[in-house]
């Protein structure tokens, strides 16, 4: 379980987190936890391949410091980042099978959001023109012009980091 100190945490682990050697013959098990433990942090399952072994989330918008109750922003930095720019992470988890077990790997990407084109406009400025006849437009306050690009972050090592040690906690060692 992450504590109170962990999750304001100013320090950046300094990369991925080694792979989890599961000593268990029974995938099944080891399967249903994993996605136990992907669901408690939440994220939803988008794609599953049991026999692969790879598990894709969905992307999901990161939690700030108002969010306290979800885990997919480990560390004070994840959070204050996500309060300030639209943070989303997606998870894939790999399960390969090795003699006597199982080796578990979990990889985080992370991107942030970039509005292209956005129009600046606002209430006031859409209803009162001084320069143009009375418009009985009201769809004038438009949004952004264009849909928001994702631009990709890299890895979020400390989110890793933190589902590798969960899934440790719960997976036979």
């Not at 936890?33 to 599953?48: C, G, Q, S, T």
């Not at 928001?148 to 890299?154: E, H, Q, T």
Request: net charge negative; charged share 25%.
């Amino acid at each position: 379980m992450t504590g109170g100190c962990q999750m304001l945490s100013l320090r950046t682990p300094a990369g991925p987190p080694q792979p989890l050697f599961v000593a268990s013959t029974n995938s099944e098990l080891v399967w249903e936890r994993i996605v136990d433990v992907l669901h408690d942090y939440p994220f939803e399952i988008e794609r599953e391949n049991k026999l692969d072994g790879i598990i894709e989330t969905k992307y999901r918008i990161g939690s700030t410091m108002l969010e306290p109750w979800f885990r997919d922003s480990p560390g004070l930095r994840n959070r204050v980042e996500s309060g300030i720019q639209t943070v989303r992470r997606k998870v894939f988890v790999t399960m390969s099978p090795v003699e006597g077990g199982f080796v578990v790997t979990v990889r985080a990407d992370k991107e942030i959001e970039n509005f292209r084109n956005t129009q600046a406009n606002t209430v006031g400025g859409a209803t009162f023109q001084e320069n143009q006849p009375l418009q009985r437009d009201l769809n004038a306050v438009l949004g952004p012009e264009a849909a928001a690009d994702w631009v990709r972050r890299g890895r979020d090592f400390p989110l890793e980091q933190d589902l590798t040690s969960r899934l440790r906690a719960v997976l036979p060692q």
